[in-house]
């Protein structure tokens, strides 16, 4: 047990890659050294290392294996187009959000503050401190003080906002405070009458739910004629603007306080600012102008409190309707949402994967795999472009096994060619120099064929024939020849009994359509003694020492035409060759070699040159019909033959 478990501790040694499996070791160390007792904090470290990087790794995967390089880009659109609008309609719908909330409770306060500047100003119209009082009852913390001459800055009809002393003479440190003035000139100096502000936080509070951030600042310069930076805005749809000052501090804070209890939540209920509130405030004791900004906190909670029951106070049907109609506009929307996004990633999805087929099918095509086929998804024209892979790939294979078969032929007609070749008299074994043969097909194989044979009497038997057609079947019909050739006694037969013997055994075992042209004769190289017979060949040559050239052509039928009229039709040619005399014999190849001009080669041209002095008659021959082609392929098998003395 113990050998065993150690072999398995050996071959998972010998397999681990530390690169490759290092966060598999992390997280079960870490998993393993988290439990109790250890559960160290290094533990939970290495747990997290080794999983998050897992995770890295699989989404890596995803990515390459899965979403698709085409979903990809899709994505990004689909992003683009759907989850990016929403979340800037989101936003814009919290921006306006903040802003019609701030608004709100700006105009709330703006509306009771200067309300309780109205009251201040009425009550200073009153001749009695008394009377002024009794106007002010209804608003608390008022007062009535009398000062000879007022501060420095502060004009003698100033009703507005200040930064003053306390009033309060219950504390035990000096402080001060904001509130409501209103100046007014009498005999022998000023009635100052006062109201506490306490009403600016409580209403911002009110409004808010929660804890207000009071800052007082000295006010920027001023940068227009007027006095104060401003802007226009036009209100109840009125053509006619009006100025709305822009207050803004700067510098140190001169003072700051708050008024209410902070409010608590985390996450979707966090409190958070709303947009501060200005006014425009005036230093008691140095006339100085100052900013008082007002910031309120509130939370999601806070602002839909009024919306919960209690024993005093519950919601109305219409609000719970309302509620009910949003929530559920609420939720369809984010459910088209949701099913726009699936339907876009699955639409993603599926193009990517169709791409991802085409793409992995012509990388398979590139190698040569040429079965591989594309399942069609759809009818757009992705699905058109897979049918036509399939249908270029079923091309493709049904031209590689044509290529593969046609090299197969040739393979075959590149062995029948040099069995055929092997079926030619060795020239250099018979050592007869006075001997010169050549064959060139037309094709891989020939339908022409020259032999010789070797006589007892030192004599030479030769034939050169051409069977009707070209190519392999020709090449068939010539080696068969040769075998049928090969059982005569050459020796006691002369040419036109070979010759008629051929064409007897021939005329039993094909049918007339299939014939053959012959010349067949002896030649004796030491006496030059020659004689031959012509079964519809081509004419012969008869080249002397001085250049003259005589034509050949004793009478003959072909080999295979008639049975009954065949010996009758041949007529035997005798003669001697001369030293430096040649006999040339040669099949229709040769003649009706063609020029780009589709002009024939022609007996005459032939003669002609067999006129002129040659070291080396047949390539000179050859050399000639080569030349008059330019180049051109033989349109049939040519083969010369020429016996010299």
Known sequence: MLRSLQDLLRRGWAAF???????WAFLAVGLALALPPVGSG???????????????????????????????????????????????????????????????????????????????????????????????????????????????????????????????????EPRKDTYLRAVRKESGGFRILSLNLGVLGDRAQALAGGQVLFQLAPQRESKNKRGKESFKITAGGGRVGKEAAILAGQGQAVATWTKGQPLQGSGLFAPFDLPPLAFTITDWSTGQSLVLTATPETNLYALFAGFGASGRQGMSLGTVKAI???????????????????????????????????????????????????????????????????????????????????????????????????????????????????????????????????????????????????????????????????????????????????????????????????AYGTFHPRT???????????????????????????????????GSRFREALELCEGTLEPGDSLIFYTDGLTEAQAPDDTFYGEDRLETLLTLPAEDLQAAILADVVAFGEGRPLADDLTLLILSR
């Open 17 to 23: 890659r530390f690169r490759r499996d290092w966060p």
């Open 42 to 172: 290094c533990a939970g470290a290495l747990a997290w290392a080794g999983g998050l990087w897992l995770l890295f790794r699989g989404l890596r995967w995803i990515w390459n294996r899965l979403l698709f390089r085409v979903s990809r880009r899709l994505w990004v659109i689909l992003a683009l187009m759907s989850v990016l609008p929403v979340v800037a309609l989101a936003l814009m719908l919290m921006a306006l959000s903040w802003l019609g909330l701030g608004a709100q409770v700006s105009r709330s306060t703006q509306q009771t503050l200067a309300a309780w500047e109205d009251a201040l100003k009425t009550a200073n119209q009153e001749s009695t401190d008394a009377a002024a009082l009794q106007a002010l009852r209804t608003y608390g913390g008022a007062w009535v003080e009398h000062a000879r001459q007022l501060p420095d800055g502060v004009p003698e009809t100033f009703i507005g906002m200040v930064w003053a002393d306390s009033h309060d003479t219950n504390l035990k």
């Open 324 to 518: 009910i109609v949003v929530s559920l506009v609420l939720v369809a929307l984010a459910l088209a949402q949701a099913f726009a996004a699936i339907l876009g990633l699955v639409l993603a999805w599926s193009l990517g994967r169709a791409v991802n087929d085409l793409h992995r099918g012509v990388n398979q095509l590139s190698l040569g795999d040429f079965s591989a086929r594309i399942h069609p998804r759809g009818r757009d024209q992705v699905a058109q472009l897979s049918a036509a892979f399939n249908d270029m790939a079923a091309r493709l294979q049904t031209a590689a096994s044509e290529r593969e078969e046609r090299l197969r032929m040739e393979q075959e007609l590149r062995v029948a060619r040099e069995v055929q070749m092997r079926l030619l008299p060795d020239l250099e074994a018979l050592r007869m120099p006075s001997v010169r043969a050549t064959i060139l097909p037309a094709r891989e194989v020939a339908g022409d064929y020259y032999d010789l044979f070797p006589l007892a009497d030192g004599s030479l038997a030769f034939l050169i024939l051409d069977v009707s057609g070209k190519g392999t079947s020709a090449a068939f019909y010539a080696a068969e020849t040769k075998g049928v050739l090969s059982a005569l006694d050459k020796q006691a037969l002369g040419p036109v009994d070979v010759a008629d013997r051929l064409n007897a055994i021939w005329c039993q075992g094909h049918d007339r359509r299939l014939f053959l042209t012959l």
């Open 528 to 562: 030059g003694r020659f004689q031959f017979v012509r079964a519809g060949h081509p004419s012969a040559f008869l080249r002397r020492q001085d250049g003259q050239v005589t034509r050949l052509h004793p009478r003959g039928l072909g080999v295979g035409l008639s």
